[in-house]
């Protein structure tokens, strides 16, 4: 996995603005990297970034996922990213998945999941792979075609019927008893969970802190 992850503030049209992002690629860094450069940009060039921020951000997915597959026509390896997004926009914060990274946050001290993991052996997902053709196989875990464990993606051309880069988007109000934002790719959450998370943020200070010591768990246990 090539966890590559993206943060930048700004403002538009006099809001503010603020972009968050993970982008774990698999089977080489390539995706992960191609999305952390591209995706942001276009997206801010999107003429409905502020009117319209969902179809902006639906199509900016589609598009960027588009222009990267472009590039490896010609390659032999045939590499993915997941693409966790969290995009403040004022007061209203939208959370962009594809993949199984994920984002929690801490309102009134409870862990909230404003993201669901991208699995083929998720009921729905399951079903829309299998309409178009597609199977699920189990090879130590579901899997799409037996090949791949995730049911969206990045890249993935020779999956990409299947693998599509459509991001579910939710949308939360930031109000005063949201405390903080997690978002990490799925090495994190296999070791401890949303609660544990927000156990461990809310016992540090310092955010940079608390960031530092969810990474080193996660590697201390990867």
């Not at 990213?81 to 929690?104: E, F, Q």
């Not at 880069?165 to 903080?180: G, H, L």
């Amino acid at each position: 996995m090539a966890d590559r992850n993206s943060d930048s503030h700004g403002g538009v049209d006099n809001h503010v603005i603020g972009l968050f992002g993970v982008f774990d690629g698999h089977a080489g860094p390539d995706a992960a990297r191609y999305v952390k450069e591209h995706l942001f940009s276009n997206l801010l060039k999107h003429p409905k970034f502020v009117s319209d921020t969902c179809v902006a951000i639906e199509e900016t997915f589609k598009k960027t996922d588009s222009e990267y597959l472009e590039t490896q026509n010609n390659h032999g390896r045939d590499v993915g990213s997941t693409a966790l997004t969290t995009i403040l926009v004022g007061d209203k914060l939208l959370v962009a998945n594809v993949g199984d990274s994920r984002a929690v946050i801490s309102r009134g001290e409870e862990a909230i999941e404003l993201s669901i993991d991208h699995k083929p052996d998720r009921e729905d997902e399951k079903k829309r792979i299998e309409d178009v053709g597609g199977v699920v196989l189990w090879g130590g875990t579901w899997r799409v075609s037996g090949v791949l464990a995730l049911s969206r993606a990045f890249g993935d051309r020779l999956l990409k019927r299947y693998v599509v880069a459509d991001p579910e988007i939710k949308e939360e109000k930031i109000t005063e008893d949201v405390e903080f934002l997690v978002i990490a790719s799925d090495g994190l959450w296999y070791v401890i969970t949303n609660e544990e998370a927000m156990c461990m943020v809310q016992s540090i200070d310092e955010s940079v802190d608390a960031s530092m010591a969810i990474i080193n768990l996660q590697k201390g246990n990867s």
